[in-house]
Nanobody, 123 residues
Framework: QVQLVESGGGLVQVGGSLRLSCAAS????????LGWFRQAPGKEREFVAS????????NYADSVKGRFTISRDNVKNTGYLQMNTLKPEDTAVYYCAADRNYYGRTAVTYDYWGQGTQVTVSS
């Protein structure tokens, strides 16, 4: 069973960048597909991006395509979300999630979740 811990969130101005990390422990990350989701106050959790276990396939929400990049380093047991050209509507708690056999867009399908990291984009 894998445990996930996100880091790298914070306060950034519009147009700025952040890189989120998702550190895995308790199991080898290469066994899992990874997803990033976010939840803003009063809104449902939404899909942001996902990556297959080998890093050969990725998916992005239309709202972040071209601005965010998902990646992973299975040697370091860590996943990443590079976020560029940030907008106020990107403000949310960001969660990473893992599953043994799924890297789709549906949150309920992921078996393992981190606690989240806050990203706030100020205008």
């Amino acid at each position: 069973q894998v445990q996930l811990v996100e880091s790298g969130g914070g306060l950034v101005q519009v147009g700025g960048s952040l890189r989120l990390s998702c550190a895995a422990s308790g199991s080898t990350l290469r066994l899992y597909d990874l997803g990033w989701f976010r939840q803003a106050p009063g809104k449902e959790r939404e899909f942001v991006a996902s990556i297959s276990w080998a890093g050969t396939a990725t998916n992005y929400a239309d709202s972040v395509k071209g601005r965010f990049t998902i990646s992973r380093d299975n040697v370091k047991n860590t996943g990443y979300l590079q976020m560029n050209t940030l907008k106020p509507e990107d403000t949310a708690v960001y969660y990473c999630a893992a599953d043994r056999n799924y890297y789709g867009r549906t949150a309920v399908t992921y078996d393992y979740w981190g606690q989240g990291t806050q990203v706030t984009v100020s205008s």
